[in-house]
């Protein structure tokens, strides 16, 4: 298939960073192949996009925020005003820039920008971050020319694997790690203020936390520490409480030094660094970037919602490379008889790390850009 030069695209997507992170690597990719090319993104302006985009250095268009209600509500009466603006907005993006194409990445202004780009018959590409795709997704992959999906199975019409792109600091830290992982160890250990010569333990439950895995890892501090590694929690903001008690419980001064509590870490490529197993939510960022460092993972899918963090866990577990427990079994009792005897058995994790790299994908933000310039050849649009 032939791949075109792309010098000019819009891109939706916003809201979390599941959806903005993917988004600013495909931009990046398309910017390194075409450093001229104009590049314009959709979003609100309240969504962690306002944020990070013109910080990444590109123009952000905002675009009234657009919810597809699932069932009869207000929200079902206001949407076609608000639909008919946001649609008017990303054809005015559109037709600023001359766009090639309309590059989605789903959420609330994906559907508009579809929209509006089916009506000036521009090519769409979507790249659909979870194992089960969102409303958006859905209906832009009825008439996409390109779909691509982080795992495979996704049911999406035309859908090809392609993975997660990788947010810059995780796309850099695979290089150092390919490079020399012990010094990018000792650098990020420097940094956060641990020893990289213990075994080390992140737990997260994404950025707004997890009450029941920061419960039953803080309950078996005592377990963990006895085993000689050290635990970098990260609990979400607002909840370190609860760890902090359990862990200046603890008898020894010394025990708590090993024991790190932070609400959130803003450098999370810095724990991912120096984390021997990883104890968290199996969200597909997550998921995504242990698989392509390498490094093994207790993953606890959300009890919550339609399941997809079960799916996106799902290959990543097949393969070897993770073990899937659920939130109702994440006790106190199974982590301190469990992690603990994992940490010890360095050839076990080994084989895990090595089970995780094979099915990681570092490659994915140049196989959507590559989807990009097929769909504009296909178009024949200059």
């Not at 509500?73 to 946001?86: C, F, H, N, V, Y």
């Not at 799916?311 to 008889?337: C, F, I, Q």
């Amino acid at each position: 298939m032939n791949i075109s030069p792309v010098h000019s695209v819009v891109l939706a997507g916003g809201g979390t960073a599941g959806h903005v992170n993917p988004l600013l690597a495909v931009a990046d990719e398309l910017r390194s192949r075409e450093p001229d090319a104009r590049v314009l993104v959709l979003g609100t302006t309240t969504g962690l996009e306002a944020e990070l985009v013109p910080a990444r250095g590109y123009e952000l268009r905002p675009v009234p925020r657009v919810p597809l209600p699932r069932r009869p509500s207000a929200d079902l009466l206001r949407l076609p005003g608000r639909l008919t603006s946001a649609v008017r907005a990303a054809e005015a993006a559109i037709d600023e820039i001359g766009a090639q194409a309309v590059v989605g990445f789903g959420g609330y202004v994906s559907t508009p920008a579809y929209l509006a780009a089916r009506r000036r018959g521009v090519p769409v590409v979507i790249h659909e971050q979870n194992a089960r795709p969102g409303l958006a997704n859905r209906l832009g992959a009825r008439w996409a020319a390109r779909v691509g999906t982080t795992f495979p199975g996704t049911a999406l019409p035309g859908a090809v694997t392609v993975g997660l792109p990788l947010r810059r600091e995780i796309a850099d830290l695979v290089l150092a790690r390919e490079a020399d992982a012990a010094a990018a160890r000792v650098a990020a250990a420097d940094e956060l203020g641990l020893d990289p010569s213990l075994s080390t333990v992140v737990v997260t439950g994404g950025s707004s936390g997890a009450a029941s895995v920061n419960a039953a890892v803080a309950g078996a501090a005592a377990a963990l520490l006895d085993s000689g590694a050290q635990v970098l929690h990260l609990t979400g903001r607002g909840k370190d409480a609860g760890v902090r008690d359990a862990v200046r419980a603890l008898s020894g001064t010394h025990e708590t030094v090993r024991y790190q509590v932070r609400e959130y870490l803003a450098e999370m490529h810095l724990a991912l660094a120096v984390a021997d197993l990883v104890v968290g939510r199996a969200g597909a960022g997550t998921v995504c970037e242990l698989a392509a460092l390498g490094i093994p993972a207790v993953y606890v899918p959300l009890p919550i919602g339609n399941g997809e963090q079960r799916l996106n866990a799902a290959p990543l577990v097949e393969a070897g490379g993770g073990l899937l427990v659920d939130d109702a079994d994440l006790t106190s009792a199974w982590v301190a008889r469990t992690v603990p005897g994992m940490l010890a058995d360095r050839a076990r994790l080994d084989e895990m790390a090595t089970a995780a790299a094979a099915v990681g994908v570092r490659d994915a933000a140049a196989r959507v850009a590559d989807l990009v310039g097929e769909a504009v050849a296909e178009a024949g649009r200059p």
